[in-house]
């Protein structure tokens, strides 16, 4: 049977910072998250700032910093990350504060 697939805010903070620790939900029993958006904007627009995006198996997906050549460390990502049931969709802002939203979808397993 066909389904409709419709897309999920995963993940949205207007000021994330170090001490908020690693954020992010953990995907329900029974479900699979598609990580396929990010934008992220660096409010502090320092150059050390950074923010990691964490992979399903907790290594690295992507390591921001602030302003190199964008202007106020403005970054967007498009892919495809599959986070099984139990894994965390986390972000560490570790200097400086971002604002971060995610998207993706969220599937029912079989």
Excluded: C, M
């Excluded at 000021?15 to 690693?22: D, M, P």
């Excluded at 907790?58 to 403005?74: C, R």
């Excluded at 139990?86 to 993706?104: I, K, M, N, R, Y």
Aim: charged residues 15%.
């Amino acid at each position: 049977a066909n389904r409709a697939v419709y897309s999920l805010r995963i993940f949205s903070s207007a000021s994330l910072t170090n001490a908020a620790g690693t954020v992010g939900p953990i995907v329900p029993a029974g479900f699979v998250y598609v990580l396929r958006d990010i934008e992220a904007y660096d409010d502090t627009n320092n150059a050390l700032d950074e923010l990691i995006v964490f992979s399903p198996t907790l290594g690295v997906l992507l390591d921001l910093t602030g302003p190199v050549i964008k202007p106020y460390g403005a970054h967007q990502w498009r892919g495809r990350q599959v986070y099984n049931e139990g894994e965390q969709v986390g972000f560490h802002a570790f200097t400086g504060t971002w604002a971060v939203t995610a998207s993706g979808y969220q599937l029912t397993l079989p």
